[in-house]
């Protein structure tokens, strides 16, 4: 059990467009869901903390409307990458949690990002 | 300011071997530690807690509150348990519970 899936598992998309990946929790509803960013050999870093139904918190220096996230329903949560630029370019990994009593996070498998 | 510090980048050992991940954290009030691993081409997975005490795939790990610190050890390695292992604290930050400060990671490496 506690298995999350991310959608797409890799996109490419040119400068200037949006980008949306999907984290689903599929066998468990998820009180909270965390989205990380991941540059090659670095650790995680979190970058927002999402609950259904309210505004996501984002981390100290994370543009807000950079990354829109949309936590709609107990087992869906989105990260749209509005006007993606190279620098942009990175592994995105969502975490969902399935009570707010126990800290465990489950991970999906991650996005990767490139854009050109 | 919470912090966790995983010293070693690197650390290869040959099978069968004693292996321990150094882990030293920074927080304020009780924490909550976590050893979470990442096998080649593989999703990020649970490996341990600490509220726990439990032994997973021959690993521990004990929260040293004097010392601030929660180590992975296991006293024989094997081939794969190669990957990253990432040490995790969780508490309340910013107003927000149950976030996640990870380590920068360890890449173990068991040689035959």
């Known amino acids: 059990g506690a298995v999350v899936s991310q959608h797409p598992s890799w996109v490419i998309c040119k400068s200037g467009t949006s980008v949306k990946i999907e984290c689903r929790s599929l066998?468990?509803?998820?009180?909270?869901m965390f989205w990380y960013r991941q540059f090659p050999k670095q650790s995680l870093m979190l970058m927002a903390t999402?609950?259904?139904?309210?505004?996501?918190?984002?981390e100290q220096g994370v543009e807000k409307d950079k990354f829109l996230i949309n936590h709609a329903s107990l087992t869906l949560s989105t990260l749209t990458v509005t006007s993606a630029h190279p620098e942009d370019s990175s592994f995105y990994i969502c975490?969902?949690?399935?009570?707010?009593?126990?800290?465990?996070?489950?991970f999906g498998p991650g996005t990767r990002l490139t854009v050109t | 300011a919470q912090r966790v510090t995983q010293p070693e980048k690197l650390l290869s050992v040959f099978k069968g071997a004693p292996v321990e991940l150094k882990c030293n954290y920074s927080?304020?009030?009780?924490?909550?530690l976590f050893w979470y691993v990442q096998y080649s081409r593989q999703r990020l997975q649970l490996l341990l807690r600490?509220?726990s005490r439990e032994s997973i795939k021959g690993f521990t790990a004990d929260l040293n509150k004097g010392e601030t610190s929660f180590h992975l050890k296991k006293p024989f390695a094997q081939e794969e348990d190669s990957a990253m292992y990432y040490c995790?604290?969780?508490?309340?930050?910013?107003?927000?519970?149950?976030?996640?400060?990870f380590g920068t990671g360890t890449l173990l490496a068991v040689q035959p």
């Open positions: 600490h509220i």
């Open positions: 995790a604290l969780s508490g309340n930050y910013g107003g927000a519970t149950n976030k996640l400060i």
């Open positions: 066998d468990f509803q998820a009180t909270t």
């Open positions: 975490s969902a949690s399935r009570q707010a009593a126990r800290p465990e996070q489950y």
């Open positions: 927080y304020s009030g009780s924490p909550e």
């Open positions: 999402s609950n259904e139904g309210s505004k996501a918190t984002y």
